[in-house]
Every structure is written in structure tokens, then in C-alpha cells.
């Protein structure tokens, strides 16, 4: 079955610094990929999304780019602001409309 | 307009009643779910309906009881609470299989 693998947290950095949140998956055929997020008390939020291989998500200064070879689509941002903090999901999507989710990770950003 | 709308947003009860929540979405999608969220944040899915037709539904007490009236529409109904169904419940939408998720804002569930 499909499975989605991200990095643990919680992650804690310092205003402007550089972010990589890991997330591997494993999946039959093609998945679309997705980063969610979820800001504290509210629901999850599309972040971006990739559909298919060496696409490049990005929203937000957020980058993933859907890495077939090593079945990664790791997120990352070169300049983390405080608004930030938040949950982040890692997600894959099949056409078995079942979307499977990692984890999540905790982000705080400290000023 | 609200996309995903779950209400209510807070519920507090005893062990042994019955609670509904409710959810409503205003963006035309064929499919919605329901979600329970852990203290760990960890989603975990329960149910999903396709115009109004179950279609997914994972190992969970039969207590639970989705009702899917219209395709905007699925509610969640749950019989004998236990301590172990508080959790953050959420209702999401989607317009097809591999497409993003649409969140309502949550329902947080307190057992005592």
C-alpha cells in the first residue's frame, strides 16, 4: 500500500533561517504529491502540490520538487519568518480517492 | 463564504451520550471525509462519501455512524462516547481522486 515517511519533529530555528522538512514516500503507479499546513486551532491548507515527476511545487517562498528517483519530495524555504510556525503535512494522492498523510512535523520559529 | 464548514466548533460532554457534528460544503465537490486528529496531530481517516455513496471506510466502531443527506452535506453522529473519542475532528471536501483536500476548521471533541 501506499505509505508516507517524513521527518520527525518538532523542528525549532531562529527567524531567517534555512528550512528542509524531509518526506519520503512509497506508492504504486503515480502519485500526485502535497504539503499541507496547519496553522494552530484551524484545519489543514493545500500548501503545494507537485503531479508528477521533477515538477516543482511552490507557494509562499515554500519549494518541493517530486523526486521519482528517490521517492522524495522534501520541503524546504530559504528564509523561515515566525508566521511559520505551524504543522506540516506531507501527502500523497492516488486515484483510489484515499489521500495518505505522514505524521506532520511542528515548526516554531523563534524571532 | 466559508468553503468547508463544521460546526459545532467546541463540544463538551459526559461518557455514554450521543453527539452530532456537522458539516457543509459550499465549493460543489462530489466527495467529502471525515478525519480524527490525535493529540500527536496524527490524521487518521474514517470515512469518505462520493454523492452521498460510502465509500471509504476504515476500521472504526461501528458507534460512529456517517449520513451523507446531499452531496454538500455529511454529518457524523456518535453513539456511548468514550473518553478515547476526544480528539480534533475534521471534515474535508475534494473534486476528484487525486486532487487536493479542502479542510473545514475542526470540531474538538472533550470526553469526560
Known amino acids: 500500500g501506499n505509505s508516507v515517511t517524513q521527518m520527525e519533529g518538532p523542528v525549532t530555528l531562529s527567524e531567517e533561517a534555512f528550512l528542509t522538512i524531509n518526506c519520503t514516500y512509497t506508492?504504486?503507479?503515480?502519485?500526485?504529491l502535497f504539503w499541507y499546513v496547519q496553522y494552530p486551532g484551524e484545519g489543514l491548507q493545500l500548501l503545494l502540490k507537485?503531479?508528477?515527476?521533477?515538477d516543482k511545487g511552490s507557494n509562499k517562498g515554500f519549494e518541493a520538487t517530486y523526486r521519482k528517483e528517490t521517492t522524495s519530495f522534501h520541503l524546504e524555504k530559504g528564509s523561515v519568518q515566525v508566521s511559520d510556525s505551524a504543522v506540516y503535512f506531507c501527502?500523497?494522492?492516488?486515484?483510489?480517492?484515499?489521500?495518505?498523510f505522514g505524521k506532520g512535523t511542528l515548526l516554531t520559529v523563534n524571532p | 463564504d466559508t468553503a468547508v464548514s463544521q460546526t459545532p466548533k467546541y463540544l463538551v460532554t459526559q461518557m455514554g451520550n450521543d453527539k452530532s457534528i456537522k458539516c457543509e460544503q459550499n465549493l460543489g465537490h462530489d466527495t467529502m471525509y471525515w478525519y480524527k486528529q490525535d493529540s500527536k496531530k496524527f490524521l487518521k481517516i474514517m470515512f469518505s462519501y462520493n454523492n452521498k455513496e460510502l465509500i471509504i471506510n476504515e476500521t472504526v466502531p461501528n458507534r460512529f455512524s456517517p449520513k451523507s443527506p446531499d452531496k454538500a452535506h455529511l454529518n457524523l453522529h456518535i453513539n456511548s462516547l468514550e473518553l478515547g473519542d476526544s480528539a480534533v475532528y475534521f471534515c474535508a471536501s475534494q473534486r476528484e481522486g487525486a486532487s487536493p483536500l479542502h479542510f473545514g476548521n475542526g470540531t474538538r471533541l472533550t470526553v469526560t
Open positions: 506508492a504504486t503507479g503515480y502519485p500526485s
Open positions: 501527502a500523497l494522492g492516488g486515484s483510489n480517492y484515499k489521500l495518505t
Open positions: 507537485a503531479t508528477k515527476a521533477d
